[in-house]
């Protein structure tokens, strides 16, 4: 069978036609209830007070007060940039550096960290009220 260009055009223009007067405009209504629209906005503001209240830190050691004292001395001393504190969990005492909102930040952070500490690990907190 020989392909003839003007039954191929004809053709063509015919397919064309067809399908560009099917294409559909309208308007679309949703009703909603409005105990979704409020569940929503409470969702938000939770997030929002989550966000505020919850920060990363560096848990550089966890253990008794002596060597915590002298891990605090010490990472003063290596990283002055970073605020670093001593706090007491039953038993043991904790040493913390940093506070990130961005996680990111404080994984490149404890990259550096983990050179002097070996032990650090990233700890998502939240603040106390």
């Known amino acids: 069978m020989k392909n003839n260009p003007r039954k191929t055009t004809v053709l063509l223009l015919f397919l064309i036609t067809c399908t560009s007067g099917f294409s559909q405009y309208g308007n679309l209504k949703i009703k909603q209830d409005t105990v979704v629209n409020r569940l929503v906005q409470k969702k938000i503001e939770l997030d929002k007070?989550?966000?505020?209240?919850?920060?990363?830190?560096?848990?550089?050691?966890?253990?008794?007060?002596?060597?915590?004292?002298?891990?605090?001395?010490?990472?003063?001393?290596?990283?002055?940039?970073?605020?670093?504190?001593l706090s007491f969990e039953t038993p043991n005492y904790k040493v913390q550096a940093g506070k990130f909102k961005e996680k990111l930040i404080g994984l490149k952070t404890l990259d550096t960290v983990k050179r002097t500490f070996p032990s650090a690990f990233l700890l998502n907190r939240k603040e106390s009220e």
């Open 49 to 85: 007070q989550r966000y505020e209240t919850t920060y990363f830190t560096l848990q550089l050691y966890y253990g008794n007060l002596t060597t915590a004292n002298e891990i605090l001395e010490q990472s003063k001393e290596t990283f002055p940039h970073i605020p670093v504190e």
